[in-house]
């Protein structure tokens, strides 16, 4: 499975750097260059170069974690991803900040996929991951995404 997220401090090599959100940023984060990166409300999404893994990294207030959810929850049903048993949870670390993962079995327009979320509170913001893929499509791409998991740094 994905994402030994004990998570590496190494980033990617060739990669562009973030820092989420925009205004007020609560962390950085290096994506390779190859990915495709677009800004959307609440940070930036990222898609591998071939199109088979989805990431977005998004930061908001304590106010606005409902509306940051129920985007989210538009987006699912948009791309037709319907979760289909209980969440596995595990703790893990980025660069200092505790969080919780969460991976959700779910199906898709092409059969078994997986969601993976992930939250980290870094004082009054809260950062929250998503990568959307299947087992197999994370496996193919796995070192790009244990080098961006492992580039997420607090901004402090």
């Known amino acids: ?4 997220l004990t998570l590496s401090l190494a980033g990617p090599v060739c990669a562009k750097n973030f820092a989420f959100p925009e205004s007020n940023p609560t962390a950085t984060v290096a994506i390779p260059n190859s990915w495709k990166t677009e800004s959307i409300e609440y940070g930036f999404e990222a898609r591998s170069p071939d ?4 990431l977005s ?8 974690i409902d509306k940051m959810l129920n985007a989210n929850m538009a987006w699912m049903k948009t791309n037709k991803i319907k979760v289909t048993g209980k969440p596995k949870e595990n703790d893990v670390n980025f660069g200092g ?3 919780k993962m969460q991976t959700f079995p779910a ?3 092409n059969g078994d996929t997986q969601i993976i979320l992930v939250f980290a509170e870094s004082e009054q ?3 929250f991951i998503t990568l959307w893929a299947s087992e197999e499509e994370q496996k193919a791409n796995d070192k790009d995404i244990n080098a961006i998991m492992g580039s997420i740094k607090a901004i402090q």
Do not use: C, F, H, W
């Open 1 to 4: 499975m994905i994402v030994a």
């Open 107 to 109: 199906t898709d327009e």
């Open 57 to 64: 990294i998004e930061s908001v207030s304590a106010k606005a």
């Open 97 to 99: 900040l505790p969080g």
């Open 51 to 54: 199109n088979d893994v989805y």
């Open 125 to 127: 913001r809260l950062i």
